[in-house]
């Protein structure tokens, strides 16, 4: 049974940071993509980050790019987001996914983290 189990969040001032983590089991976590997508209230599911497998490769959306930082530690199976210079508008519940690529669609989601930025 595969479980993406995400913490590290809470509340923060605006211009402050947070670590994410989500550990990962039951499946063979070096071979999959990771990434985050996250869900503001009212507003539709939207992708965050994305890390490859060998962790070579990331991507960001435009609105977090030079703020937000995805990492990987394969021996821990635990993928990390890094959020720094946090904006109101950054407040959302955030999610851990896996795939087989950076590309693909997301095959396991997490629970959720709950973020919240106040200004």
């Known amino acids: 049974q595969v479980q993406l189990v995400e913490s590290g969040g809470g509340l923060v001032q605006a211009g402050g940071s947070l670590r994410l983590s989500c550990a990962a089991s039951g499946l063979p976590f070096e071979t999959y993509a990771m990434g985050w997508f996250r869900q503001a209230p009212g507003k539709e599911r939207e992708f965050v980050a994305a890390i490859s497998w060998t962790g070579f490769n990331t991507y960001y959306a435009q609105s977090v790019k030079g703020r937000f930082t995805i990492s990987r530690d394969n021996a821990k199976n635990t993928v990390y987001l890094q959020m720094d210079s946090l904006k109101p508008e950054d407040t959302a519940v955030y999610y851990c996914?896996?795939?087989?690529?950076?590309?693909?669609?997301?095959?396991?989601w997490g629970q959720g983290t709950q973020v919240a930025v106040s200004s």
């Open positions: 996914t896996a795939g087989e690529t950076v590309t693909s669609s997301v095959a396991f």
